[in-house]
């Protein structure tokens, strides 16, 4: 085999890691827990482990790096993570330069959501286009931003935090501090949250609530149409900042896209001008939980391409 890149997905609860060819191809894969309990040098050298593990499976090719996607915002040049709720312990770390001591090979680190973002635009639904964003619905809401074919990542890392945009300036408190945010009004935590309050049930998840909705009853259904609704703003407002011609939507609540698409689609077509006259597309991202691991694999791809490190 030729040239391959490892990308990695180091989450709160899960670690993933996979050999991706250069056609954003996935040759092998492992998986596992990630045991925050046992301390930091633990969780690091789980990842070695798992990259060591992923090396011996495929046992032949030329490795042109490791990606790793990981949750929080991330100092891109240092390679330190500054901030994350699901990996406190990782605050300041040098995470780049202590695995490449360890494994002698160059590490590219990244945020997890960006690092999706990646993968739709080169190998998912975004191939057609230099400029996207993506946002991702799942326990939270996050994103990425692709400008010409590259993450944009902001003043310190900390672009694409579409969840705190606000939605209902007098709305839902928030964690980060404001509120109002589309994470509380939108997110998989939120559906269950609006169904405790209209006492649908205590303890629906997401997907119960969808199957509600499905099986039409009507307090779910207005649970999807305040989700979509507020999707619609958001977009709405992202459309008319960056005008570009692509915004996917990826993660678990897009399972209720039926339910909540309609009010969604009718909010973008109220208030984004954008939108009606420049053939803005809003679509479901393609790759599903693999979109991080294969951004994170191209990582060392792109840098190669571009003379980096």
């Given amino acids: 085999m030729a040239e391959y890149s490892i990308g990695v997905d180091l989450g709160g609860t899960n670690l993933r890691a996979a050999a991706v060819s250069r056609s954003g191809e996935i040759i092998e ?3 596992g827990r990630t045991e925050l309990k046992e301390g930091r040098d633990a969780v690091i050298a789980d990842i070695v482990d798992a ?13 042109a790096g490791v990606g790793i ?17 699901n990996l406190p312990e990782f605050d300041g770390y040098p995470v780049r330069d202590e695995i490449e001591k360890l494994l002698g090979t160059p590490i590219f680190l990244e945020n997890d959501a960006n690092a999706a ?4 635009k080169w190998f998912g639904a975004g191939q057609s286009v230099s400029d996207l964003v993506l946002l991702t619905l799942g326990t939270g809401i996050g994103g990425g931003i692709i400008s010409g074919g590259k993450v944009l990542h902001g003043h310190l890392g900390m672009a694409g935090e579409f969840g ?17 945010c589309l994470e509380k009004h939108a997110s998989a935590t939120a559906i269950s949250s ?6 649908l049930g205590q303890d629906l998840d997401s997907k119960a609530v969808f199957d509600l ?3 039409g009853d009507a307090r779910a259904k207005q649970i999807f149409h305040v989700v979509g609704s507020s999707l619609g703003i958001a977009l709405a407002t992202l459309i008319n900042i960056f005008n570009f011609p692509l915004f996917l939507l990826s993660g678990g609540v897009l399972a209720a896209w039926d339910e909540f698409a309609p009010s969604m689609f009718a909010e973008v077509e109220k208030r984004s001008f954008t939108f009606r006259h420049a053939k ?4 479901k991202a393609v790759l599903g939980n693999q979109a991080g691991l294969i951004g994170a694999a191209y990582l060392p791809f792109q840098a190669l391409s571009a003379g980096g490190r």
């Fill in 29 to 31: 894969k492992v998986s």
């Fill in 51 to 63: 990259i060591g593990s992923v090396k011996r499976q495929l046992g032949h090719g030329t490795l």
């Fill in 69 to 85: 996607g990981v949750p929080g915002f991330i100092q891109i040049e240092k390679g330190i993570i500054v901030g994350s709720n």
């Fill in 117 to 120: 973002a990646l993968g739709e």
């Fill in 164 to 180: 705190h945009m606000t939605i209902v300036p007098a709305g839902n408190p928030c964690g980060c501090g404001n509120y109002g």
């Fill in 194 to 199: 609006m169904a405790r309050l209209i006492q």
């Fill in 213 to 215: 909705a499905a099986a």
């Fill in 280 to 283: 803005t597309k809003i679509e």
